[in-house]
């Protein structure tokens, strides 16, 4: 195949100030996981319990982008994008999650941000991106308040650093996987799975972000765009019953509004709270921490991949599980699947954005993070001709202009991910990425979805 040509056309509706970027995480591509004096992050140590990472892959070398870091920028510029959001490694920058800086593992950050600017791309930093220095995890983790702070500390360090070259600053990126999945469900690190645990995480989390822009704010010389990013699905009844409609009640509540309504309002939902203390638990909320958590911020990250149905009883139609609580069964649509199993739903994109438009009104919206794995086929050159890739894509793209048709003020999209990485508990066997990576030898190859997004920029740009 051409890889100049797709079936697939490209993206329209979009304004010339239209942010576009591309996306990755530090633990996901960097690799040099004991060089430069960073230590062990709850990822590395997740890594080695046995079952816990398909193929007990781990991130110790990645994509090597600590060493390869140049050419990988020259590879972004090749994409004609305007922006690239990365994560810092805390573990990299100050070791242990306390203490003074680490200057090699900050310098690593400073030649990045300098190799983007040479090349005329924006860096857009997200702080926090699941790699919490393991000796945090030790002394409590996120459900333990004083992890909030040491987080604000180290956002500090790096603000202090990178604040005269840098202008767009995130805090956490999907405090939802971090409290969920990591405290309770515990299919990523540090794998617990206790359930106040994870309740408690979500409110530090929280804390933490509101902590962190105020030292970062405090600290500015010149003005900054703050924010946090938050993974976001739609939730909606399977059927018009009470026990369905029951269900989609709790699972936004816990999947959306218990993050959004203290960040935007300064509370947390009513409805959850009530729910929660049903069960015995509790946010561990002290005096001040709303006005803390609720501290203004200038964007809000939207990560989204898929929407969900949800059901009020199990598939034996029970309303209740073993241990009394209320069933929340999450249903995938009927809808074709990514290599993830996860359903392509892009018109419920277009339904959250107009939503968060609604419900949260003035807060400028980037789509930090949308794209999909699937099995990749790569020629003889590493060439991929992924057109369900880039038809998933085009979609999503095309869904975010019937957004903002609809008044949702949403300002730029970045593209998940840069490059095939480490994903998670799923190892090397999924990919994201719009770029092949040959693991053996690290060579990349742009896919057709890279050469897709590359004349969608160029397209919509010049058809304005």
Known sequence: MNPTTTAVPLATGLPTTFQWGVATSAYQ????AAEDGRTPSIWDTFCRKPGAVHNADNGDVACDHYHRMPADVALIKSLGVDSYRFSISWPRVQPGGRGPVNPAGLAFYDRLVDELLANGIDPWVTLYHWDLPQELEDAGGWPNRDTAYRFADYAALVFERLQDRVATFTTLNEPWCSAWLGYNVGVHAPGRQNFDDSISAVHHLLLGHGLATQRMRALETRPHTYGITLNMGTADPLTDSHEDREATRRADGMGLRIYLDPLRYGRYPADIVEDLAARGSAFPVQDGDLAIISEPFEVLGVNFYFGQDFAGTDE??????????????????????TAMNWPITPSRFTQLLVRLHQDYPGMPLVVTENGAAFVDNPDASGFVADDAR??????????????????????????????????????????????????????????????????TIAHTRSAQ
């Open 29 to 32: 591509i960097e690799g040099a």
């Open 390 to 455: 880039t038809a998933y894509l085009s979609s999503h793209i095309a869904a975010v202009a019937d957004a903002r048709a609809q008044g949702a003020d949403v300002r730029g999209y970045f593209a998940w991910s840069l490059m095939d990485n480490f994903e998670w508990a799923e190892g090397y066997a999924k990919r994201f990425g719009i770029v092949h990576v040959d693991y053996e030898t690290q060579t990349r190859t742009p896919k057709q979805s890279a050469l897709w997004f590359r004349d």
């Open 316 to 337: 034996a139609g029970n309303t209740h599980d073993a241990a009394g609580e209320p069933v929340v069964r999450a249903v995938l649509p009927d809808t074709p699947r």
